[in-house]
């Protein structure tokens, strides 16, 4: 069905008739609506036709009221200029600035010395109100950072518009360009699986409740989701990858489309969302065709601006601002941008003579740069702008033939030799340098041999395509050592309950031999001369069942002060950037600073249980279940009694986990540096670093015994000890150093292999979802 539009409202034509025996649709001069750019261009020619009447919609700039008289400043976007509509006072009441208007009047010769034409209004219909006094919009200069607060008025400034127009023009420019050049335009998709560039700098995509994020935006922060597409999917970094597939179909494609980047950088270079033009061609064997492919687009674009209307506004708000802002680019240097990229000479030198060129300026005098000329990190921005002032005489040059080790693994070598033979083997690749912007373009060959591809890929350190099919593949950017991106917070929970209760399940008669043993001023029945006595002498006096006195206490705390444990290591260790940069990834600090805020959070909740455990872990205990000793010392000696030694307990916690947490990840890094799912290494290296940390932590485990058993105390002294220091004096007094490092061997023996279980039962119930996870996608 056809439609006409006009002034924002559809229009059907009449059902029944052939469109043959249709009245024809006829548009009049007199009654048709002029964009003011038409308006303007008709009327600067030699002859400019003269309608008796037009309309002009628009919105008022500015408005003059005079008492015979009004003038209305009418702009519409589409030039930088505006129309001046000479108005009845009865016209202009109600309009102001910002006020939306459809002006019908006679376009007639001005007067006045400003503008040639003027319209002389009939007819006034105001189609939007505005109030300027509230207007965000005033007539003074807005900021960028304000105007992005009110993205829907914007553009409504002239030079916003203009800009707009600009885009418009070159997108169009660039179109036709490829499509006389054989191109075909492709769409590739912006939710993809690849991280093209490698860098691991994108955004993560998952699916979110527009109404619960406005109920709650702190708690759904950080929260992890069940995947939406089943594995993890990013925003586009690069469609480069679509379009080499394209490419090997159709033989030319381009695309301009919108590619985000994640990165922490707070410039004008690091944006985190911008459009990218990026095409490919197959079947070239010479990168000079690539580069004449560039070269061509840019002139051809530097040649439309020149020639067009915008490129003409575009100089004069420039130049009107060459006086009030020293930050823009001037109308002069514009103007000369464009005809460097039209006139040339658009040199090509290789990287290596570039870096001769380089350290010749300097050591001419002829230039003075913070970073030497080098190998090492490829060319500094001062040295491409360098370049593209002194080799492109304004214009923009080509460097090409870059070393291989600092570009990416898939460009393919280069047949041009370094100049020297202690030179690094080059890629065949180019960098298009221009004034004051630097790089503008990059380009390159690429590998299509696949045994050389992979060699490449194995120099970079990165995993061969032959193990594209093993276990490490999941579609993410993670290394194995933790859950997948947004994968759910109770799955952690469960890994965390999980492995918490089977460590201190299994170990617990070893725990509760370190306790007594641990103890100052034991009773004479009490004392043990090693863990093996203490074992046979417990379960003869006592009965075997006592080494398991008070094992609920920690069942029932472990579970959900594990839960939050490894739910915190894994929220802080991904915040901080310990899942970045795949498997071989190290981040110790990362690791540490994960292990200090978990414990943490966990020794909160779980220091009241662990106060239970060791009361009725010691000798001649009269408690005889969890809840009759909470009630017991809750009577008896208050709330305080739960959490005296929860500074000691932190104390003594944050190092332990900060050095269990980085051994272990240190271990494991060493031990499986693919980041599979491996029980061995996670029991091998959770036992190490269980042990390490223990050894180093006991005489703080020793302070944390006295204060949580002091409750059971006969001594009046040790009944009365009130903190770290004042237990740690008592110790010192009384045993001297060595007091500090009672239990140590059975502290040790618990926590290795405690730790070693913590870690093997958490990794085994990860490995657990993640399988299933897969099994539902498949």
């Known amino acids: 069905m056809s439609q006409l539009f006009a002034r924002g409202r559809a229009f059907r034509l009449p059902r029944g008739l052939p469109l043959a025996t249709r009245p024809a649709t006829r548009c009049n001069s007199t009654s048709t609506a002029s964009s003011i750019a038409t308006l303007l261009t008709q009327s600067s020619s030699s002859s400019p036709p003269q309608p008796s009447s037009l309309t002009l919609n628009g919105f008022v700039r500015s408005v003059r009221k005079q008492k015979r008289i009004a003038f209305a400043a ?52 105001i189609l939007g109100s505005n109030d300027a006094t509230t207007s965000p919009i005033q007539k003074k200069y807005q900021t960028p ?43 590739p998709p912006i939710i993809t699986s690849s991280d093209c560039e490698g860098a691991g700098e994108v955004f993560t995509i998952s699916p979110g409740s527009s109404s619960e994020l406005a109920k709650d935006r702190s708690k759904q922060h950080g929260q992890r989701q069940e995947l939406f597409f089943g594995s993890p999917k990013y925003l586009t970094v690069s469609t480069q990858l679509h379009l080499e597939a394209l490419a090997q179909s159709v033989g030319k494609v381009w695309t301009l489309s919108p590619t985000f980047r994640a990165e922490k950088s707070d410039t004008t270079r690091h944006l985190s969302e911008f459009y990218m033009l990026e095409a490919e061609v197959a079947f070239v064997e010479d990168l000079t065709e690539v580069m004449d492919v560039v070269e061509g687009l840019l002139r051809a674009l530097a040649m439309q601006l020149q020639s067009s209307q915008v490129g003409e506004e575009l100089l004069e708000a420039r130049s009107r601002d060459d006086n009030a802002d020293g930050n823009v680019v001037s109308s002069t240097v514009l103007a000369r941008r464009w005809q460097g990229l039209v006139a040339g000479p658009w040199p090509r ?65 280069s047949d041009k030799a370094p100049a020297g033979t202690d030179e690094r083997p080059a890629v065949a690749c180019f960098d298009l340098l221009v004034p004051d912007i630097c790089e503008l373009v990059g380009g390159s060959m690429r590998e299509h041999r696949l045994s050389e591809l992979e060699k490449s890929m194995e120099s970079h350190g990165l995993q061969g395509a032959l193990a594209r099919d093993s276990e490490t593949s999941d579609g993410s950017l993670q290394c194995y050592e933790s859950l997948p991106p947004n994968f759910s917070l109770g799955a952690n929970m469960l890994a965390g309950a999980f492995a918490g209760i089977a460590e201190h399940s299994v170990m617990y008669p070893i725990d509760l031999l370190k306790t007594r043993m641990q103890v100052v001023n034991p009773s004479p029945t009490a004392v043990y001369t090693g863990i093996s006595n203490a074992m046979v002498t417990i379960s003869r006096v006592e009965g075997f069942r006592t080494l398991w006195r008070g094992i609920s206490s920690v069942i029932v705390g472990a579970g959900p002060a594990h839960a939050v444990y490894f ?33 943490i959070s966990s020794d909160a909740l779980m220091n009241p249980f662990d106060v239970i455990k060791q009361r009725m872990q010691l ?38 986990a900060a050095l269990q947490f980085m051994a272990y990840e240190s271990i494991s890094k060493v031990m499986n540096p693919t980041g599979r799912y491996d029980p061995y290494t996670h029991c091998f290296a959770g036992g190490l670093a269980g042990g390490v940390a223990a050894g180093f932590t006991t005489p703080l485990d020793v302070i944390k015994t006295l204060l949580q058993t002091r409750g059971n105390a006969t001594d009046s002294e040790l009944r009365n000890v009130s903190g770290l220091t004042n237990a740690a004096k008592i110790i010192h ?26 870690w ?19």
């Open 733 to 758: 007094q009384r045993d001297g150093w060595k007091g500090f490092f009672r239990g140590l061997k059975p502290r040790i023996i618990t926590t290795m292999p405690s730790t070693a279980i913590c």
């Open 145 to 187: 950072e304000f105007l992005r607060t009110v993205p829907h008025l914007r553009a409504r400034l002239p030079f916003n518009a203009l800009l707009l127009r600009l885009r418009s023009l070159v997108t169009a420019q660039v179109t036709t360009y490829f499509a006389n050049h054989g191109f075909i335009q492709s769409h």
């Open 760 to 778: 093997s039962a958490y990794e085994m119930a990860k490995a657990f979802f993640i399988a299933r996870n897969e099994a539902a996608v498949a």
């Open 567 to 599: 739910a915190s290591y894994e929220a802080t260790k991904h915040a901080l950037g310990g899942n970045e940069g795949g498997s071989g990834a190290h981040h110790p600090f990362a690791a540490a600073a994960s292990g200090a805020a978990a414990t």
């Open 74 to 125: 009418i702009g519409d976007g589409s030039s930088l200029k505006t129309v001046q509509a000479v108005l009845t006072p009865d016209q202009a009441d109600g309009l102001s600035t910002g006020v939306a208007v459809a002006v019908t009047g006679r376009w007639t010769p001005s007067p006045g010395a400003e503008q040639s034409f003027e319209l002389q209004a009939d007819n006034v219909r």
């Open 349 to 413: 030198i290789t990287y290596y003579d570039a870096l001769e060129h380089l350290r010749s300026a300097v050591a001419n005098g002829d230039a003075h740069f913070e970073f030497a000329p080098g190998h090492e990190d490829g060319l500094q921005t001062e040295h491409e702008r360098f370049l593209a002032e002194s080799l492109g005489g304004g214009g923009p040059v080509f460097v090409t033939d870059y070393p291989r080790d600092i570009k990416p693994f898939y460009m393919a070598p």
């Open 619 to 656: 000798h001649g205990s009269v408690y005889k279940s969890v809840p009759q000793c909470a009630r017991e010392v809750f009577r008896n000696e208050g709330l305080t009694a739960f959490y005296v030694s929860y500074p000691t307990t932190l104390c003594m916690t944050v190092p332990f």
